[in-house]
């Protein structure tokens, strides 16, 4: 029985590198020198111009993909970490890092003529204030949620931002510090969160972020 599932995954992985090798084209190519980059994400413009979001060692590279044979580049300097991930929400980018200088938010409406403007966001209420963060994620009704805060008196589960009022400056929610939450996916309320330090998958009701 393993040896079949064994040689029906090779087949499979198999055929699947054939059809990539003949399916795919290289468009363009963005070469980055110390080659130190953690994560990936994308960027629409309101006038349909691509953006690739590089996660970079010292900050955010932002990449014009829209003619990707001829890549044009803009950046945004932030406190060193080899991990770095990010998450837009309308014209904004949301940026965490484990290097302790907060929650980067980068405006890019103005993007196409090459221009942003940014905020370091640190302050959450009465509790603290957020540091760093593993991973993050937006939700479909504007509510970002940070993992991984090992460093927040929070605890280690998520902190909930509503980015609805002010995306540059986003209203504290509540947080959860149960167990650890390596990263999550949430949609209509409910997380679906990795617990890898305690060896469990969770589902959360979040309708109340606080509780």
């Keep these: 029985m393993r040896f079949t599932y064994f040689l029906l995954t090779f087949l499979l992985a198999s055929s699947l590198y054939a059809q990539n090798q003949v399916n795919f ?3 363009g190519h963005k070469a ?3 080659s130190c980059l953690s994560s990936i994400w994308g960027y629409t413009s309101p006038a349909s111009k691509e953006y690739a979001l590089v996660g970079l060692c010292n900050g955010l590279s932002i990449v014009d993909i829209s003619t990707p044979s001829l890549p044009q580049v ?13 998450k837009t929400y309308s014209h904004y980018a949301y940026v965490v890092t484990e290097g302790g200088s907060g929650l980067l938010i980068i405006n890019l409406q103005d993007i196409d003529n090459g221009n942003v403007t940014f905020n370091i966001y640190t302050f959450a209420g ?19 949620y940070l ?4 460093q927040n008196p929070f605890g280690q589960g998520y902190i909930a931002l509503d980015l609805t009022q002010d995306p540059m400056n986003p209203t504290y929610l509540g947080s959860f510090g149960d167990f650890y939450i390596h990263d999550a996916y949430v949609e209509d309320n409910i997380m679906y969160a990795g617990a890898i330090l ?4 969770a589902i959360l009701d979040v309708s109340d972020k606080a509780n």
């Design 32 to 34: 980055y020198p110390d």
């Design 198 to 201: 305690d060896g469990f998958a």
């Design 25 to 27: 084209t290289l468009f």
């Design 126 to 144: 009465s509790g603290g204030n957020i540091t760093n963060a593993h991973t993050i994620f937006i939700d479909e009704n504007g509510v970002c």
């Design 74 to 86: 803009a950046f945004v300097g932030d406190v060193t970490s080899i991990w770095r991930e990010m």
């Design 147 to 150: 993992f991984g805060a090992s």
